[in-house]
């Protein structure tokens, strides 16, 4: 079961680029195709999954209390999540995602005792504006994609209540990834539709730590994604896909 609730245009975006929403948006309908333009998603969703609830299985968490999937673009991995049983509450600046989201939801049902999955077109901005708070917050694949990533991982703070966990997945910022997430993912392969992705915008394990510092945040573990000819595994290897977990200090 779920439900959209609506965006307030009055509210700040301090952290959407409108190039990037209206290039996902024109993609909407195809995002749940696991052979198409956002395949690498799908590839990753179960790992990344599999990551965050090695954490959650022993986290307080109160069931009350839905997990925040921040630019959760169609929902794969809210409905990831919602599948173990925790409730979503997903939220994206896509209007267009939204509804390919809550479209899927309501043609493919999730499995028995999932938890519950609420929709909702909006900001970060917004969130923190209406006072949210939220024990975890996954932010996967979105950090590159916003105008201030400083001050996109202090709102994530101002969200999080005290103990609170973040999971951030994201793309390193060196040769092997302008080659690999950039010139291999985007014109040799097609993985990715061309202009996915800016490799300035790329951000090394460093800089994502000194952020977390500044926010208040610090970081309790740093995971590779690594490309295999098998599939993508977890491993230490940070070079090009890695993700973090942060708590609130």
Known sequence: MSTVTPHNPDNQKNSVKEDEINRF????????????????????????????????KTYPLDTNQPILDIGCGVGIASEGLASLGYNILGVDAGRDVIQAAQNHLDTIPLPPKSGHITYRVGTIEELVEEKKQFQIITALELLE????????????AELLTDQGMAFLSTINRNIPSFLFAKVGAEYLTRKLPIGTHSWKQFITPAELGKMAHHAGLRVIDIAGLTMRPNGWKISQDVKINYMVCLSKI
């Not at 195709?33 to 990344?48: D, I, K, V």
């Not at 994609?145 to 991982?153: A, K, L, R």
């Open 25 to 56: 948006n024109a993609i909407a309908s195809e995002w749940w195709n696991q052979t198409g333009p956002m395949s690498p998603l799908h590839e990753m969703n179960a790992l990344r999954i599999e990551w965050i609830q090695h954490f959650l």
């Open 145 to 156: 994609h916003v105008n201030d990533p400083q001050q996109f991982v202090h709102n994530i």
